[in-house]
């Protein structure tokens, strides 16, 4: 970056040049982003418009939305008309879909006429489907084709295409038959016909495909691209694994948030509002607090007990915050297991038989250990058993609450993810301070 800044204060626009388009085009969108805000759009504008036609096209992808709606903002029509002409389909979809309307117009000014209406075509696909993640550009083959011919098929039109890696076999209505990876073409004779080589056995998924089962489906076979056919089996486009990574990404995020209590957001941290941040927390704060009031209503219950041992009360939090965690540890495992498809609906029984007998173990483990601490410093034996047993009853219950909670809300068509942490925490802390005064009036009262 220092070395950059130099080249530009000191107009060394050759030198410049080499460097820009000797480094990664990831590590440029991230360099050209810092000059922006460290020197400004001049400078920000000179580094980029003397990127090379296909850096600058690859660079533009990798910036922010808020990114490229500044460039956007300082191109010519030419300018931009060469950078969207670099982008790929999908990328050019997803342009569209961050940018606002006046920008939109704008770009589909410069876009060109047949690629418009491939782009309109993909626009109408929902937005969670594989037709939404999807690209045309691919290498499609013909069945009667030899190696030789695929081959040379695929030197003509292979930079125009986001993948070579794997071509696709189609019939003359399109309809896709085999699958044949571009090694296999490399290392086979050259009068080979492609029918013979190909796979028929073809992974592949449907238009209206969730996105997030797509992406699972790249983790579950370790593939590079995966193909989109329509209700009539006809090709109509490839995911790669760039975008199902992205996938991924974004719906491990979705899932971070909303185990933490929050509204998901679609944007960036810094590029989300401060009182969109607030909208999307206080929603769930306000849930949970006002659920907590009922722990304290129980408490205020036995207020009783407080008075004949006050000692009860110094030992709520540590039974609480216990039963909270045990609960979050469980959801957590299921709603993991959940979202690899380890585990199912139906595994509710062995689930719930394997945390029990989890809880068991850590219970009795507890207890036992808080029965001696609570014995070698208050002496009081009513009080260790009253405590220990809580403990164990606690973290049976919580575990319990904990792994079912995940495995109810996806039978509900939820998101398990909703059943996590403050939720469960929520929850497990009334029970907790039920079960201890109800073993506090029992035993020490």
Known sequence: MEEIQKLLKEKKINELRKLLNGLNSVDVAIILTDLYNEMGRESFLIAFRILNKENAGETFSYFEPEMKEKLISLLTDTELKNVINELYMDDKVDLLEEMPSNVVKRILKNVKKEDREVINELLKYPEDSAGSIMTTEFVDLKENMTV?????????????????????VLTAKRTLVGIIDLKKLVIRDSDEIVKDLMETNVIKVNTLEDKENVAKTFSKYNLLALPVVDNEDKLVGIVTVDDAIDVLQDEATEDVEKMAAMSPSEDSYFATSVFKHARNRIVWLLILMLSATITGGIINKYENAFAAVPLLVSFIP?????GGNSGSQSSTLIIRGLATDEIEIKDVLKVIWKEARVSIVVGITLAILNILFVMIRYKEINLAITIGLTIMLTVIIAKLIGCCLPLLAKKLKLDPALMASPLITTIVDTCSVLIYFNVATMIML
Do not use: S
């Open 148 to 168: 030789g011919q695929a081959l040379k098929k695929i030197k003509q039109i292979g930079l125009e295409k986001e993948t070579i890696y794997y071509c696709y």
């Open 318 to 322: 540590m039974i609480m915050g216990t």
